[in-house]
């Protein structure tokens, strides 16, 4: 599935996880899947890591419980979540697979490991021998890309 | 009854449980999820107990975490 997202919301998520540094930063994403399969992000939200440290997170259920409101509100459905890894690469850990329990999600991480960023996105899910993962193809698009 | 599901207007029978509605609606790994009708959360321990009222807003949520 292709993944889209735009540099603004791209921009926030990377400035609020900056902001976190060194404690991990997390968030919900919202949008919509068109007929084409593409998944288009069409608004971010940066809420709380409630674990406060730099191994884990953890989203503030109230703060996530308020965004699917204004998800229902604007017509937009859930998407998945964003989070950071401040030094790590982006890619699933193992607690990230353990705990990502809604296969219809898309997992997004974003490392600040290295002067640049790198945001990836995953799909997971169970399988026999666990979960599997699978990357997804993210699209960063300026304001005036036109929607697939 | 018309209940709202995840965002969706359901028909579902009467006296239905939370519980029952988790297994309608085949939720993936119950134990990490956390249910709120008409905004309030629900104790787990109150999904059996818990019967659904017409016009009820249902939304399940699932724990979102994990770590580096």
Same mark, same amino acid.
């Given at each position: 599935?292709?993944?889209? /997202?735009?540099?603004?919301?791209?921009?926030?998520?990377y400035?609020?996880a900056l902001?976190e540094r060194p404690n991990e930063a997390?968030?919900?994403?919202?949008?919509? @899947? #068109?007929?084409?399969?593409?998944?288009? /992000?069409?608004?971010?939200?940066?809420? #709380?890591? =409630?674990?406060?440290?730099n191994e884990?997170?953890?989203?503030?259920?109230?703060?996530?419980?308020?965004? /699917?409101? @204004?998800?229902? #509100?604007?017509?937009?459905?859930?998407?998945?979540?964003?989070h950071s890894h401040p030094e790590s690469p982006s890619r699933?850990s *193992?607690?990230?697979?353990?705990?990502?329990? @809604?296969?219809?999600?898309?997992?997004?991480i974003l490392s600040l490991m290295e002067e640049k960023p790198v945001l990836n +996105?995953?799909?997971?899910?169970?399988?026999?021998?666990?979960?599997?993962?699978?990357?997804?193809?993210? %699209?960063?698009?300026?304001?005036?890309?036109?929607?697939? | 009854?018309?209940? #709202?599901?995840?965002? *969706?207007?359901?028909?579902? +029978?009467?006296?239905?449980? =939370?519980?029952?509605? /988790?297994?309608? *609606?085949?939720?993936?790994?119950? *134990?990490?999820?956390?249910?709120?009708?008409?905004?309030?959360?629900?104790?787990?321990?109150?999904? %059996?107990?818990?019967?659904?009222?017409?016009?009820?807003?249902?939304?399940?949520?699932?724990?979102?975490?994990?770590?580096r």
């Amino acid at each position: 599935m292709l993944i889209t /997202i735009k540099q603004a919301d791209f921009d926030r998520i990377y400035e609020h996880a900056l902001a976190e540094r060194p404690n991990e930063a997390c968030g919900l994403i919202a949008g919509h @899947d #068109t007929e084409n399969g593409v998944r288009v /992000i069409e608004k971010v939200y940066l809420l #709380t890591n =409630i674990d406060h440290t730099n191994e884990h997170f953890s989203i503030d259920p109230r703060e996530q419980l308020a965004a /699917i409101k @204004d998800m229902r #509100t604007n017509g937009l459905k859930p998407l998945g979540n964003w989070h950071s890894h401040p030094e790590s690469p982006s890619r699933p850990s *193992e607690e990230d697979k353990r705990l990502a329990n @809604d296969s219809r999600a898309s997992y997004l991480i974003l490392s600040l490991m290295e002067e640049k960023p790198v945001l990836n +996105a995953f799909h997971i899910e169970s399988s026999e021998d666990g979960k599997t993962v699978r990357k997804e193809e993210l %699209e960063i698009r300026g304001e005036d890309s036109a929607e697939e | 009854m018309k209940i #709202t599901v995840a965002g *969706e207007q359901k028909e579902v +029978a009467d006296g239905l449980s =939370i519980a029952e509605l /988790i297994v309608l *609606e085949n939720v993936e790994t119950p *134990e990490y999820v956390t249910v709120s009708v008409n905004e309030e959360f629900v104790n787990s321990d109150s999904f %059996e107990s818990l019967i659904l009222k017409e016009g009820d807003v249902v939304e399940f949520l699932y724990f979102m975490g994990g770590g580096r």
